[in-house]
Every structure is written in structure tokens, then in C-alpha cells.
């Protein structure tokens, strides 16, 4: 089984040098800066809608993958029921769950299942889902194997097609990567870079745009953003994910320290409770400090607030979703 | 389970359902309409502009945002907006008369657009390009920053759906040889210049087809 090679990167990265226009062949005021690929790194090239349309698959599988394209992409469609902030699924899975260094959500449908870290057993593809569900969207996972998680599994793994299953490799462009912050990051460089560069669609207050009533800029912080669980708000996590993707359309324009800075400054800021709650949030930082709250602000006092300190869960009516649960085979 | 210092679940809410800063401009519109008749000869009467193919396309002003039509006529007159049939009757007007013009215009009702044209398999990759983008070329879906159909977002994101196809793709072109250069941290350009002729083109067309309202 051979996997694609450093060279298809082209198709990904590289290509925009030489399609785009006459005019703009002069240099670009904002080229795209992706890293390139390291020794030794794999490229994925994930396949596109129009790739599927092309294929030979079955026409209802066709029509289950695209169902799932359309929850990664309107993930709004389930508000209410498993979706209770201004998120979708593509709010941090940038351009359809496919763009590197926007954690592509291919790499968990051939690295699961697998022993996770954050919660302490083996997930498959639904829960890793599932754990975006009850933290990033601050909801409740649509039950496992439930038409919605077909077809968001299935989505998931026509992304990844191609791939070999159970190889850990070193993928170019998985997750949020980010050096080391040069200098300790500022709470108040933040505020300022995050005033010039980021309210202009994500408003002062962090609670994004709506349009009509409904979200079209993606709340930063607030009730209405990801919770204190969420795998973004841990600092390194952020950092990458500004660094490689924002502001929007300009991705690699923050330096990394500046990413810092910003992230910094949001984790700094109040956000729906962690759904691990015992009760306290010192108590909730001690329990999940070494597999996740290390690297969080939450239960840490931050211009003179202890963050996390309250019980506002957002808009939903629990606190952890009941589908979420260990297991262990003796 | 207590916890010492509670932010009240409604408190946090309340702060976020009256957030969203709807910012009036302080125009009057019966007043913008007494100096609208300098402006009638290219954006016509009724304020739907006009598509004029091979030549300077007159854009539509009616519906579109009161805040971003007095932005734009401010940088005409500052110069940091550059149009030699423009730029004159910018230069005419005085700050309050500009809000007024904005409001005026802004309650005025978008009409149909023209220069669509009738090649549908251009139309057809339009659409593609606006509505999912193409991430590989790093186009971000016009959407995500112009708002649902297109039809505008706020005071800096403009309304382009129902926009005479003309004047959409001589702004393109303008930012893509550096004529215009006012965008909010270039965040057209960035877009802009990623684009080919045939990506202009095809966006023009099926936008011009599109709802403004």
C-alpha cells in the first residue's frame, strides 16, 4: 500500500502559484506561507464532493456521505438537539475538514480506534465524534449508530480514502501544530492584536455575528462558544489553530508569538462549564490536570477572576452529555 | 456542590443577546433624497444603478448598508478609495450629507441586477466558487465573510448578491492590479488575488443573478 507522496502536495498547497491570473502573477500580498512537509512526513490528499460524485460507490452510500458533508458543513441543523452554541463542525475544521494544519478529520478515521488520553479508553471514529459533540459544539453526540453518526462517520472516512488503517504515522498537516511561544504570551498584547485583527468579525465581546438571528461568525468566547472541556481551549491548541487559520482567508499572517498573545488573551476570558464538573473548579482542574487542564486557564484566577468559577452550562439543560462513558474489557 | 462566586447563567446570556451592536447612522433620509439628484445620472433614480457592458458599470446603492455606503463615500473624498467619475461628487458633499445619502440609499429597494448572461455552465461554476470557495487555492466561500446568500453582513461586509455583474468584476479586477485598496485589513484582497479571470467572470455572473433581499 503506497501513500501519496510529498510531490501531491502540489495539488493542495503549491497549486495556487501557478493557477492563479495574469494579473496576479506579480508576488502576492498574501501568499499562502503552509509550512512544507518535514523528512519523513506523509501528505494526505483528501478526496473532494466532486470526487465522490465521479466515483463508482453505491448511490446510497453516495447519498450517506453526502448527508454527512452537509451536517460537518451546517452543523446548525441539529440546534436544540446535539448542537448548543454558534459552532460547526467546520468552525475549526477548516475548508470541509480537509485543509492541513486545521486538523483534518481524516487522520481519526484510520488512527481510531485508539487509547485516548483525555478520556482513558478506547474510542472509535463515533466517540472521537462524540468528544467534539459534548466539547467543542458544548452539546450532546446524536446517538452511536444513529443515521447522523453514519453519516458523519462515513464522511469522515471518505476523506480519508486510501489510507492505510492503523498505521501511526507522522501526517503533514494533523492537528493544530505550534512552536514554543519565544516570550511569555500577553494577556494585554493579546487584547490589542485581538482588537485589530480579530473583532472586526468576531466583536469585541467574543460573541462572534449573528445575521438575522442566525451565526455567521463563530463566538470566540461566551455562552455561546465552546465549553471549558473543549480540546481548543487548551493555549498550544489555540495558538496553532490562529497561527494556521486566522484572521480568516489569511492564515500564517500572525507570527507565533503573536498567536500566543491572542490565545492568551481568549483563554482568559469566560466560556460555557467544563461538562467534567464535579462541583468545584479547583477540585475539576486537580482531577484533569496532567490529561488536559495543564495546558487550559481554567480554575486559574486571570485579571482577578478565578475562570471557570460559576455554573452557567450554556444553552443546554445537563451537564454531561449520558452517552458519553468509559469502558474496559478484563 | 457550591461554588463561591456564580455568574448567573442568565446574567451571561443577557450580556450576549444585547451585544449585537446594530449602529444607526445619525442620516436623514428625506434629506439624503434632496441631494440625491447629482447622483441620479449614473446610479439612476430608483438607486439600482446600471450594468453597462464594455464600459464603467454604475453600481446599485439601493439596500445596501447605510455604514458601508458612508465609508465608501468618505474614502472616495479622502482618496483612500480612487475613482475619477466617483471621486467628484464625492468631493461635493459634506459629512452630514454623506449620512444622509447612506441612509437615504440603504432604504431604498434593491431591483433586479444585469450582466448574469445566459453561458450556463460559466453560471454553474460561479455558483460552485461562491458558494463552497475552492480551499485548495485558498478562496475562502464568499459567504463566510458576505453573509447568508450573500446579501451583506454588518457595516463592513457588504451585500454583493444582486449586484450589477459589471461592477463586481471591475472591483475584483481593481483590487487585483491595486486600484482599490480599502478593505478592512485587506481581507478582499487576500481573496481577490487568488482569483483567475475565468473565477471573476463565472462569480460576477451568477452573483448578478442572485437576490439582493
Redo the contacts between chains.
Keep these: 500500500m503506497k501513500i501519496k507522496s510529498i510531490a501531491l502536495l502540489a495539488?493542495?498547497?503549491l497549486?495556487?502559484s501557478l493557477?492563479?491570473?495574469?494579473?496576479?502573477k506579480q508576488e502576492?500580498?498574501?501568499p499562502?506561507n503552509m509550512p512544507e512537509p518535514k523528512e519523513g512526513q506523509v501528505v494526505h490528499v483528501p478526496p473532494t464532493m466532486d470526487d465522490l460524485e465521479a466515483s463508482n460507490l453505491h448511490p446510497e452510500l453516495k447519498r450517506t456521505i453526502r448527508r454527512g458533508y452537509d451536517l460537518f458543513m451546517n452543523t446548525q441543523q441539529l440546534r436544540g438537539e446535539n448542537v448548543f452554541n454558534d459552532m460547526n463542525c467546520k468552525s475549526c475544521h477548516?475548508?470541509?475538514g480537509?485543509?492541513p494544519f486545521a486538523a483534518p478529520v481524516w487522520r481519526a478515521a484510520i488512527a481510531m480506534p485508539n487509547f485516548r488520553g483525555k478520556n482513558q479508553h478506547v474510542n472509535n471514529l463515533e466517540e472521537r465524534i462524540a468528544g467534539c459533540f459534548a466539547f467543542s459544539m458544548n452539546g450532546k453526540p446524536p446517538a452511536y449508530g444513529s443515521d447522523d453518526m453514519i453519516a458523519l462517520t462515513s464522511y469522515h472516512q471518505w476523506l480519508a480514502k486510501g489510507l492505510p488503517i492503523f498505521e501511526r504515522k507522522n501526517f503533514y498537516g494533523a492537528g493544530y501544530p505550534i512552536e514554543k511561544a519565544p516570550s511569555t504570551p500577553s494577556y494585554d498584547r493579546g487584547k490589542k492584536l485581538y482588537t485589530e485583527?480579530c473583532a472586526?468579525?468576531h466583536?469585541d465581546?467574543g460573541?462572534g455575528?449573528?445575521?438575522?438571528g442566525?451565526p455567521?461568525?463563530p463566538?470566540v468566547w461566551?455562552?455561546?462558544s465552546y465549553n471549558w472541556g473543549a480540546g481548543i481551549s487548551r493555549m498550544h491548541t489555540l495558538a496553532g489553530f490562529i497561527r494556521s487559520n486566522m484572521?480568516?482567508?489569511?492564515?500564517m499572517t500572525m507570527s507565533v508569538q503573536e498567536s500566543w498573545d491572542i490565545a492568551e488573551y481568549i483563554d482568559s476570558q469566560?466560556r460555557p462549564q467544563e461538562p467534567r464538573f464535579t462541583?468545584?473548579?479547583k477540585d475539576t482542574r486537580a482531577k484533569y490536570l496532567d490529561t488536559f487542564h495543564k495546558h487550559t486557564n481554567y480554575g486559574l484566577e486571570k485579571q482577578g477572576r478565578?475562570l471557570g468559577?460559576?455554573?452557567?452550562?450554556g444553552e443546554k439543560d445537563f451537564v454531561k452529555p449520558d452517552n458519553l462513558r468509559p469502558r474496559t474489557f478484563k | 456542590?457550591?461554588?463561591?462566586?456564580?455568574?448567573?447563567?442568565s446574567a451571561?446570556?443577557l450580556?450576549?443577546f444585547f451585544?449585537?451592536p446594530v449602529v444607526a447612522l445619525d442620516g436623514d433620509a428625506a434629506a439624503g433624497k434632496a441631494s440625491s439628484a447629482i447622483c441620479m445620472a449614473c446610479h439612476q433614480a430608483d438607486g439600482n444603478g446600471m450594468n453597462i457592458p464594455g464600459g464603467e458599470s454604475w453600481p446599485r446603492l439601493a439596500g445596501m448598508d447605510a455604514n458601508y455606503i458612508y465609508k465608501q463615500l468618505v474614502e472616495f473624498k479622502s482618496g483612500k478609495r480612487v475613482n475619477a467619475s466617483m471621486a467628484p461628487f464625492a468631493m461635493m458633499l459634506n459629512d452630514q450629507q454623506m449620512k444622509d445619502l447612506a441612509v437615504y440609499y440603504s432604504q431604498q429597494s434593491a431591483g433586479k441586477a444585469a450582466g448574469g448572461g445566459t453561458d450556463t455552465e460559466l453560471l454553474a461554476y460561479g455558483e460552485k466558487l461562491v458558494t463552497q470557495?475552492d480551499?485548495?487555492?485558498?478562496i475562502?466561500p464568499c459567504a463566510?465573510?458576505h453573509?447568508?446568500g450573500n446579501k451583506?453582513?454588518?457595516a463592513?461586509f457588504p451585500g454583493i448578491a444582486g449586484q450589477h455583474a459589471g461592477y463586481l468584476e471591475s472591483q475584483l479586477?481593481a483590487w487585483?492590479?491595486g486600484k482599490r485598496d480599502n478593505d478592512?485589513?485587506?481581507?478582499m484582497?487576500?481573496?481577490a488575488?487568488?482569483?483567475?479571470?475565468r473565477?471573476?467572470k463565472a462569480v460576477a455572473a451568477w452573483l448578478s443573478t442572485q437576490p439582493a433581499h
Design positions: 495539488g493542495l498547497v497549486a495556487m493557477s492563479t491570473s495574469a494579473l496576479a502576492l500580498r498574501f499562502i477548516m475548508g470541509e480537509r485543509l485583527n472586526i468579525c466583536s465581546d460573541s455575528m449573528r445575521v438575522d442566525t455567521h461568525f463566538a461566551g455562552d455561546l484572521p480568516l482567508g489569511q492564515p469566560e462541583g468545584d473548579v478565578l468559577d460559576h455554573e452557567n452550562f | 456542590m457550591e461554588s463561591k462566586t456564580k455568574i448567573k447563567f451571561l446570556l450580556g450576549l451585544s449585537l470557495g480551499w485548495d487555492r485558498y475562502v463566510s465573510c453573509g447568508p451583506g453582513a454588518g463592513h479586477i487585483q492590479e478592512p485589513q485587506h481581507l484582497l487576500a481573496i488575488e487568488r482569483m483567475n479571470d473565477d471573476i
